[in-house]
């Protein structure tokens, strides 16, 4: 079973910055990719973020150029670094991670809420 540990996340005005971080507990090379999803209210849960193995990175389209997904693997964490904030943004963070002998791991999620 893979822990997932997030971090972060609040409350923030519009166009304002927040940053995750997710720790897993085993090393994040091992994982095919880790990811960021988040979930509205009343929305399905939907893929924010995502860093490959091989360092690659893809995001939502609503988010690109706002949101950098980043690791540190000395640190062993991934980071989501949220700027311009909008209020759309608001919603429950969650980090994922994927490994083929395993599947899918979540973490507990975060709030992030923006607004005025």
């Known amino acids: 079973q893979v822990q997932l540990v997030q971090s972060g996340g609040g409350l923030v005005q519009p166009g304002g910055s927040l940053r995750l971080s997710c720790v897993p507990s085993?090393?994040?090379?091992?994982?095919?990719?880790i990811a960021w999803y988040r979930q509205a209210p009343g929305s399905q849960r939907e893929l924010v973020a995502r860093?490959?193995?091989?360092?690659?990175?893809n995001y939502a389209a609503s988010v690109e150029g706002r949101f950098t997904i980043s690791r540190d693997n000395a640190k062993n964490t991934v980071y989501l670094k949220m700027n311009s904030l909008k209020l759309e943004d608001t919603a429950v963070y969650y980090c994922?991670?994927?490994?083929?002998?395993?599947?899918?791991?979540w973490g507990q999620g975060t709030q992030v809420t923006v607004s005025s």
């Open positions: 860093i490959l193995r091989d360092g690659g990175s």
């Open positions: 994922n991670a994927y490994q083929g002998t395993v599947g899918d791991s």
């Open positions: 085993g090393r994040i090379l091992s994982f095919n990719y």
